[in-house]
T-cell receptor, first 111, second 114 residues
Framework: QKEVEQNSGPLSVPEGAIASLNCTYS??????FFWYRQYSGKSPELIMF????GDKEDGRFTAQLNKASQYVSLLIRDSQPSDSATYLC???????????FGTGTKLQVIP | DAGVIQSPRHEVTEMGQEVTLRCKPI?????LFWYRQTMMRGLELLIY????????DSGMPEDRFSAKMPNASFSTLKIQPSEPRDSAVYFC????????????FGSGTRLTVV
């Protein structure tokens, strides 16, 4: 079992819709969770992080964490073509500095 | 702040040659990470440093890979000898010492070994 699993996609949504990206992780000791966005040919950039169960909102982005189910998701409201990218989920065990990345979900927002 | 700076952006080399990748982290960041990204395996952590000291190099694929951080503003990743399977994008990232901060990535070095 991979430490961090994501559906590779592509996930296609129409412009203006809600995009829902999902991630599961295997280590119950994980404490910090990150979402990175990576445009083709570019480096990953941090867009959200979450530590506590529940929802965390930042503009059009909402991160959701359910530690009991070992599940973290990212919702993008009012999706725009500029949101088309690969979204990487990353997980960090408490007390450990290194982060494990999923292989990413490719999102395509159709105009 | 100029961000994390990597050089070169692209490197094409012949099998068997030595390759050196360079990274300048963000000033004040205590942690530096080297990652490799391929289509098949995604982002893999190779090694990370804390205050210039290597902490975990368990991701270094084999002895052909080595990394150094002689001071807080410079790190190198060396591959000697290089092989075609080393072709990938190599990212350097840094972050502050406080826990739970995300990384800032450099723009990466695309390495092609022919």
């Amino acid at each position: 079992q991979k430490e961090v699993e994501q559906n590779s996609g592509p996930l296609s949504v129409p412009e203006g819709a809600i995009a829902s990206l999902n991630c599961t992780y295997s280590d119950r000791g994980s404490q910090s969770f990150f979402w990175y966005r990576q445009y083709s040919g570019k480096s990953p950039e941090l867009i959200m992080f979450i530590y506590s169960n529940g929802d965390k909102e930042d503009g059009r982005f909402t991160a959701q964490l359910n530690k009991a189910s070992q599940y973290v998701s990212l919702l993008i409201r009012d999706s725009q073509p500029s949101d088309s990218a690969t979204y990487l989920c990353a997980v960090n065990r408490g007390g450990y500095q290194k982060v494990t990345f999923g292989t990413g979900t490719k999102l395509q927002v159709i105009p | 702040d100029a961000g994390v700076i990597q050089s070169p952006r692209h490197e094409v080399t012949e099998m068997g040659q030595e390759v050196t990748l360079r990274c300048k982290p963000i000033s004040g960041h205590d942690y530096l990470f080297w990652y490799r990204q391929t289509m098949m395996r995604g982002l893999e952590l190779l090694i990370y440093f804390n205050n210039n000291v290597p902490i975990d190099d368990s991701g270094m694929p084999e002895d052909r890979f080595s990394a150094k951080m002689p001071n807080a503003s410079f790190s190198t990743l060396k591959i000697q000898p290089s092989e075609p399977r080393d072709s990938a994008v190599y990212f350097c990232a840094s972050r502050p010492g406080k826990a739970n901060y995300g990384y800032t990535f450099g723009s990466g070095t695309r390495l092609t070994v022919v």
